[in-house]
Protein backbone atom coordinates (compact mmCIF):
# COMPACT_ATOMS: atom_id res chain seq x y z
CA UNK A 1 0.00 0.00 0.00
CA UNK A 2 1.10 3.95 0.53
CA UNK A 3 1.98 3.70 -3.58
CA UNK A 4 2.93 7.58 -4.90
CA UNK A 5 2.54 7.38 -8.94
CA UNK A 6 4.49 10.77 -10.43
CA UNK A 7 4.23 11.04 -14.17
CA UNK A 8 5.95 11.10 -16.71
CA UNK A 9 9.13 10.38 -15.45
CA UNK A 10 11.43 12.53 -17.90
CA UNK A 11 10.41 15.10 -20.00
CA UNK A 12 12.44 17.68 -22.14
CA UNK A 13 11.36 20.78 -23.36
CA UNK A 14 12.08 23.98 -24.94
CA UNK A 15 13.47 26.55 -23.18
CA UNK A 16 10.36 29.60 -22.34
CA UNK A 17 7.93 26.59 -22.49
CA UNK A 18 6.09 25.36 -19.23
CA UNK A 19 5.93 21.80 -17.44
CA UNK A 20 3.26 20.38 -15.57
CA UNK A 21 4.69 17.21 -13.38
CA UNK A 22 1.63 15.14 -11.84
CA UNK A 23 1.84 13.30 -8.49
CA UNK A 24 -0.72 10.87 -7.18
CA UNK A 25 -1.20 9.14 -4.04
CA UNK A 26 -3.02 5.95 -5.56
CA UNK A 27 -4.38 4.12 -2.66
CA UNK A 28 -4.64 7.02 0.31
CA UNK A 29 -5.36 10.11 1.25
CA UNK A 30 -2.55 12.66 0.89
CA UNK A 31 -3.53 15.78 2.99
CA UNK A 32 0.46 17.07 2.83
CA UNK A 33 2.41 16.59 -0.55
CA UNK A 34 6.10 17.96 -0.50
CA UNK A 35 8.26 18.75 -3.46
CA UNK A 36 11.75 18.07 -3.81
CA UNK A 37 14.31 18.87 -6.66
CA UNK A 38 17.70 16.98 -6.71
CA UNK A 39 20.09 18.20 -8.93
CA UNK A 40 23.11 15.50 -9.90
CA UNK A 41 24.72 13.76 -6.92
CA UNK A 42 23.27 15.93 -4.94
CA UNK A 43 20.65 15.42 -2.22
CA UNK A 44 16.88 16.46 -1.89
CA UNK A 45 16.14 19.93 -1.64
CA UNK A 46 12.39 20.85 -0.11
CA UNK A 47 10.76 23.07 -2.55
CA UNK A 48 7.37 23.40 -1.26
CA UNK A 49 4.66 21.98 0.92
CA UNK A 50 1.07 21.71 -0.25
CA UNK A 51 -1.78 21.27 2.12
CA UNK A 52 -5.25 20.37 0.10
CA UNK A 53 -7.09 22.83 -0.63
CA UNK A 54 -4.85 25.51 0.43
CA UNK A 55 -1.65 27.41 -0.89
CA UNK A 56 1.28 25.92 -1.01
CA UNK A 57 4.15 27.44 1.33
CA UNK A 58 7.36 27.87 -0.34
CA UNK A 59 10.90 27.82 0.95
CA UNK A 60 13.15 30.43 0.90
CA UNK A 61 14.69 30.75 -2.68
CA UNK A 62 12.13 28.88 -4.86
CA UNK A 63 9.90 31.67 -6.87
CA UNK A 64 6.12 31.19 -6.45
CA UNK A 65 5.01 32.31 -9.28
CA UNK A 66 7.97 29.87 -11.66
CA UNK A 67 7.10 26.92 -9.41
CA UNK A 68 3.34 26.32 -9.53
CA UNK A 69 2.20 23.83 -7.36
CA UNK A 70 -1.98 23.12 -7.07
CA UNK A 71 -3.44 20.21 -4.60
CA UNK A 72 -6.91 20.48 -5.27
CA UNK A 73 -7.78 17.01 -4.24
CA UNK A 74 -6.92 14.84 -1.59
CA UNK A 75 -4.64 12.00 -4.29
CA UNK A 76 -3.70 15.03 -6.73
CA UNK A 77 -0.69 17.74 -6.27
CA UNK A 78 0.71 19.05 -9.91
CA UNK A 79 4.23 21.62 -10.18
CA UNK A 80 4.02 23.88 -13.06
CA UNK A 81 7.66 24.63 -14.10
CA UNK A 82 6.61 28.33 -16.00
CA UNK A 83 8.85 29.82 -18.43
CA UNK A 84 11.39 26.91 -18.21
CA UNK A 85 14.86 27.57 -18.65
CA UNK A 86 18.25 25.38 -18.68
CA UNK A 87 19.05 26.18 -14.53
CA UNK A 88 15.77 24.51 -14.36
CA UNK A 89 16.85 21.37 -15.50
CA UNK A 90 16.61 18.72 -12.65
CA UNK A 91 14.96 15.89 -10.62
CA UNK A 92 11.51 16.76 -9.28
CA UNK A 93 10.32 14.14 -6.54
CA UNK A 94 7.14 14.79 -4.77
CA UNK A 95 6.05 13.27 -1.33
CA UNK A 96 2.41 12.36 0.14
CA UNK A 97 1.73 12.23 3.90
CA UNK A 98 -1.61 11.82 5.42
CA UNK A 99 -2.77 13.74 8.38
CA UNK A 100 -1.60 12.31 11.71
CA UNK A 101 0.93 10.23 10.23
CA UNK A 102 4.79 10.82 9.75
CA UNK A 103 5.94 8.50 7.10
CA UNK A 104 6.58 9.52 3.81
CA UNK A 105 5.75 8.14 0.70
CA UNK A 106 7.68 9.02 -2.61
CA UNK A 107 7.04 9.31 -6.26
CA UNK A 108 9.48 8.08 -8.50
CA UNK A 109 10.33 11.24 -9.04
CA UNK A 110 10.75 13.48 -13.08
CA UNK A 111 13.57 14.20 -14.58
CA UNK A 112 13.12 17.40 -16.32
CA UNK A 113 15.61 18.68 -19.44
CA UNK A 114 15.45 22.07 -20.71
CA UNK A 115 16.99 22.85 -23.99
CA UNK B 1 17.44 26.19 9.43
CA UNK B 2 18.30 22.89 10.80
CA UNK B 3 21.23 21.18 8.43
CA UNK B 4 22.27 17.38 8.59
CA UNK B 5 26.04 16.86 7.54
CA UNK B 6 26.50 13.36 5.73
CA UNK B 7 29.96 11.44 6.30
CA UNK B 8 31.50 10.43 4.25
CA UNK B 9 30.10 11.99 1.14
CA UNK B 10 31.67 8.81 -1.14
CA UNK B 11 32.87 5.25 -0.09
CA UNK B 12 33.80 3.19 -2.79
CA UNK B 13 34.81 -0.44 -0.74
CA UNK B 14 34.65 -4.24 -2.22
CA UNK B 15 32.29 -6.92 -1.66
CA UNK B 16 32.00 -7.96 2.14
CA UNK B 17 33.48 -4.78 3.82
CA UNK B 18 31.93 -3.38 6.47
CA UNK B 19 31.47 0.35 6.60
CA UNK B 20 29.39 3.42 8.56
CA UNK B 21 27.65 5.93 7.72
CA UNK B 22 27.22 9.41 10.32
CA UNK B 23 24.28 11.59 9.94
CA UNK B 24 25.50 14.79 12.37
CA UNK B 25 23.20 17.72 13.81
CA UNK B 26 23.28 20.23 15.92
CA UNK B 27 19.72 20.07 16.52
CA UNK B 28 17.31 18.09 17.61
CA UNK B 29 15.11 15.87 15.67
CA UNK B 30 11.68 14.29 16.75
CA UNK B 31 12.47 11.22 14.60
CA UNK B 32 15.06 10.18 12.03
CA UNK B 33 14.99 8.18 9.02
CA UNK B 34 17.20 6.38 6.57
CA UNK B 35 16.67 5.93 2.75
CA UNK B 36 18.25 4.68 -0.14
CA UNK B 37 17.93 6.08 -3.40
CA UNK B 38 18.82 4.72 -6.88
CA UNK B 39 19.37 6.53 -9.82
CA UNK B 40 16.73 8.26 -11.43
CA UNK B 41 14.18 6.25 -8.61
CA UNK B 42 12.44 8.28 -5.48
CA UNK B 43 14.19 7.34 -2.15
CA UNK B 44 13.02 3.95 -0.54
CA UNK B 45 12.62 4.08 3.21
CA UNK B 46 14.85 1.78 5.30
CA UNK B 47 13.64 2.47 8.80
CA UNK B 48 12.81 5.33 11.17
CA UNK B 49 14.41 6.02 14.75
CA UNK B 50 12.37 7.42 17.13
CA UNK B 51 13.57 7.18 20.61
CA UNK B 52 17.80 8.37 21.93
CA UNK B 53 19.53 5.94 21.54
CA UNK B 54 17.35 2.96 19.99
CA UNK B 55 19.15 0.73 17.78
CA UNK B 56 17.25 -0.85 14.79
CA UNK B 57 18.41 -3.72 12.54
CA UNK B 58 17.22 -4.56 9.47
CA UNK B 59 19.35 -7.98 7.74
CA UNK B 60 22.82 -6.77 7.56
CA UNK B 61 21.92 -3.26 8.40
CA UNK B 62 22.28 -1.70 11.78
CA UNK B 63 21.08 2.09 12.71
CA UNK B 64 21.10 3.60 15.42
CA UNK B 65 19.97 7.12 16.98
CA UNK B 66 22.06 8.91 19.51
CA UNK B 67 21.03 9.56 22.76
CA UNK B 68 20.12 13.70 21.95
CA UNK B 69 18.35 12.94 18.94
CA UNK B 70 20.65 14.85 16.74
CA UNK B 71 22.73 12.01 15.15
CA UNK B 72 22.87 8.58 13.70
CA UNK B 73 24.82 5.83 11.83
CA UNK B 74 23.81 3.64 10.00
CA UNK B 75 26.35 0.27 9.93
CA UNK B 76 26.47 -2.34 6.95
CA UNK B 77 27.67 -5.76 7.71
CA UNK B 78 29.33 -7.27 4.64
CA UNK B 79 28.57 -5.47 2.07
CA UNK B 80 27.18 -6.46 -0.99
CA UNK B 81 27.06 -5.30 -4.57
CA UNK B 82 23.05 -4.51 -4.28
CA UNK B 83 24.16 -2.28 -1.24
CA UNK B 84 25.07 0.52 -3.89
CA UNK B 85 23.28 3.60 -3.86
CA UNK B 86 22.93 6.70 -2.21
CA UNK B 87 22.18 6.49 1.11
CA UNK B 88 20.26 9.56 2.73
CA UNK B 89 19.14 10.52 6.51
CA UNK B 90 16.50 12.69 7.20
CA UNK B 91 15.27 14.22 10.00
CA UNK B 92 11.27 15.22 11.45
CA UNK B 93 11.13 18.38 13.30
CA UNK B 94 8.60 17.61 15.36
CA UNK B 95 6.82 20.61 15.97
CA UNK B 96 5.13 23.10 13.59
CA UNK B 97 7.10 22.35 10.31
CA UNK B 98 6.32 18.76 8.99
CA UNK B 99 8.44 18.69 6.07
CA UNK B 100 11.79 16.60 6.39
CA UNK B 101 15.64 17.91 6.13
CA UNK B 102 17.68 15.88 4.14
CA UNK B 103 21.37 15.34 5.24
CA UNK B 104 23.88 15.62 2.22
CA UNK B 105 23.92 12.16 1.41
CA UNK B 106 26.54 9.61 1.54
CA UNK B 107 27.21 7.79 -2.15
CA UNK B 108 27.97 3.96 -1.62
CA UNK B 109 29.66 2.23 -4.95
CA UNK B 110 30.27 -1.48 -3.71
CA UNK B 111 32.83 -3.41 -5.96
CA UNK B 112 32.14 -7.62 -6.84
Known amino acids: GAVVSQHPSWVICKSGTSVKIECRSL??????MFWYRQFPKQSLMLMAT?????????EQGVEKDKFLINHASLTLSTLTVTSAHPEDSSFYIC???????????FGNGTRLTVT | TQLLEQSPQFLSIQEGENLTVYCNSS?????LQWYRQEPGEGPVLLVT?????EVKKLKRLTFQFGDARKDSSLHITAAQPGDTGLYLC????????????FGSGTRLQVQP
Open chain 1, 95 to 105: SAQTRGRQSLH
Open chain 1, 27 to 32: DFQATT
Open chain 1, 50 to 58: SNEGSKATY
Open chain 2, 27 to 31: SVFSS
Open chain 2, 49 to 53: VVTGG
Open chain 2, 90 to 101: AGAPGTGRRALT
